[in-house]
């Protein structure tokens, strides 16, 4: 079986976004172009920059180069790492530029894609994070999809519905960087559903 590093070496594969509202184009590693379906997985948790981490994200942030994230994080400014923190956008239209940068992974696998939301060791804080907080939920379960907005609107909702008073820690961070706006725009972009039924396996 043979893997490949997605953008250990370059060029770039440039993805066209011709609906997005952000950014035209979206940089990832030139491997993925062996690839003609993909699994993501995600551990489902705050995150310092998006207020929540999921199967979007991943879509974006973790599928792109990196020049790819620095288009991304500045909103389209500059693909150039050292000019990202001096061009750090507006919070609505960061996360406006994730979902676009999204929508053109999903394109380009035209649907041959399968989600999975691992929720457990919950923490307000992405694994990325160097001195992350310790959980502050127990452990919800693990959610699987078709359907990646509907697999983090439910992820969302199971946070809000819980009855863990830890949820609070979460939900501060979410809200505080406008975390749902990555589902609502990426809703509006056509990448899918807010609308799920949740089916429980045991």
Do not use: W
Request: aromatic residues 6%; glycine residues 8%; charged residues 25%.
């Amino acid at each position: 079986m043979k893997f490949d590093l997605m953008d250990a070496e370059g060029p770039d594969l440039a993805l066209d976004i011709p609906n997005g509202k952000i950014l035209k184009k979206n940089y990832v590693g030139k491997n993925l172009a062996n690839y003609d379906s993909m699994l993501v997985l995600s551990h489902f948790k705050g995150h310092a920059m998006g207020g929540y981490g999921g199967a979007l994200k991943q879509l974006s942030i973790g599928c792109a180069s990196s020049a790819g994230k620095t288009l991304i994080h500045t909103a389209g400014v500059s693909n150039e790492q050292t000019k990202l923190f001096d061009n750090l956008p507006e919070q609505d239209r960061f996360l406006e530029a994730m979902e676009d940068a999204a929508s053109s992974v999903v394109a380009h696998f035209k649907g041959n894609m399968a989600f999975i939301n691992v929720m457990k060791n919950i923490s307000k804080d992405c694994d990325c994070d160097g001195n992350a907080s310790a959980p502050c939920m127990k452990d919800i379960g693990i959610l699987a999809s078709l359907d990646p907005v509907a697999i983090d609107q439910a992820s969302l909702d199971l946070v809000y519905n819980s009855e863990d008073l830890g949820k609070d820690v979460l939900i501060k961070r979410i809200e505080s960087l406008h975390g749902v706006h990555t589902i609502e725009a990426a809703a509006e972009l056509g990448i899918g559903t807010r609308e799920y039924e949740l089916i429980n396996v045991d």
